[in-house]
């Protein structure tokens, strides 16, 4: 028996050691609290031209990789769910590669209010800095910095500077509160950026309001007839910054799909945001790393996109455009 309480203490110590442990180092959040709007109107997938064959391919292709959500949307409308478990469209989770994302859709919204401009030199809008680097420059991950994250803390910066407010804030009364998005957590800064919150990592929102974003992104700026960035400015996160390039502001555009303009947010784990804009198309896994089972990129992507009506398959031998890459 005195063996068995000894055994019982010494578990309830080590289970108290990492519950101290997690509590130190998950990072401290800033939330914000938002009423969620209305879920995001749903049609079948008949009804949206997506074959379900297709669906059934990638769902398998998916369940066995550890996913735990795969979502698909089309023409402003969600067409397709799965969830595994017990996640659900509600369920938050921290896409930490998908955050970045959130800062060019921000400057583009601070584009249409004519409070920036792409081509002028961050000392403008921050004066001391000494970069010589663009606005562009920085959304095109060519700034001085080797930490992309903190090239996105400069324009969370730009972006502060022109709105006077801080930048959960303004992400939350530029993007998150007009999609109808609800609570979403920041992490909070370290380094220049302590006392305030990281742009470029660590966000946590529920599941649907990243459906969102997707299809803000597959509509060029536009949710619910709302336009909230310039004309063509998503159309420029999601093209090659140059031909060589295989990213887009804060975005990856590279490798051979089904779709020429196929572009996709990603995070830890092969988590994905896929979009094409030529379908009005976009696809959301969350999950796990597959492990053992590997990954192909393109073939969740692929598959539903190849059964979705309208798509047509680049003809063999077709060049590239050079006048399609964004200018840098």
Not at 117 to 124: F, G, K, S
Not at 178 to 191: D, I, K, S, W
Not at 199 to 221: F, M
């Amino acid at each position: 028996m005195k063996w068995l309480s000894y055994s019982f203490c010494a578990v309830c110590v080590a289970l108290l050691a990492g519950a101290i442990r997690h509590f130190m180092l998950a990072p401290e959040r800033i939330v914000v609290k938002l009423e969620a709007g209305p879920p995001m109107p749903r049609v079948s997938p008949a009804e949206a031209g997506i074959d379900s064959v297709a669906l059934a391919q990638a769902v398998e292709y998916a369940g066995a990789r550890g996913t735990r959500a795969l979502i698909v949307g089309r023409g402003m409308h969600v067409v397709y769910e799965k969830y595994w478990g017990e996640t659900n469209i509600d369920t938050p989770v921290e896409l930490s590669g998908f955050t970045p994302a959130l800062a060019a859709l921000a400057i583009g919204t601070a584009i249409n209010d004519r409070l920036v401009a792409l081509d002028v030199p961050v000392a403008n809008y921050l004066p001391g800095d000494e970069s010589g680097v663009t606005v562009r420059q920085l959304l095109s991950r060519q700034g001085p910095s080797a930490d992309p994250e903190a090239d996105v803390d400069v324009l969370a910066q730009v972006l502060e500077k022109v709105t006077g407010q801080r930048y959960e804030t303004l992400v939350a009364d530029r993007l998150w509160r007009p999609l109808g998005a609800g609570e979403l957590g920041f992490a909070q800064g370290v380094g220049p950026r302590a006392g305030q919150v990281r742009a470029g990592c660590c966000l946590r929102a529920r599941i649907g309001d990243w459906l969102r974003v997707g299809e803000l992104l597959a509509h060029d700026g536009v949710f619910e007839g709302n336009q909230f960035t310039p004309p063509r400015y998503v159309q420029t996160m999601l093209t090659p910054t140059h031909r060589d390039s295989p990213v887009g502001y804060f975005t990856r555009v590279d490798g051979t799909f089904a779709a020429r303009d196929l572009g996709r947010l990603e995070s830890a784990g092969a988590q994905r945001l896929w979009v094409v804009q030529s379908l009005q198309l976009f696809i959301l896994r969350v999950g796990d790393d597959p492990g053992s089972k590997g990954w192909d990129e393109a073939m969740i992507p692929d598959t539903i996109i190849r059964g979705t009506s309208g798509w047509q398959p680049t003809p063999v031998g077709e060049g590239a455009d050079p006048k399609k890459y964004a200018p840098h």
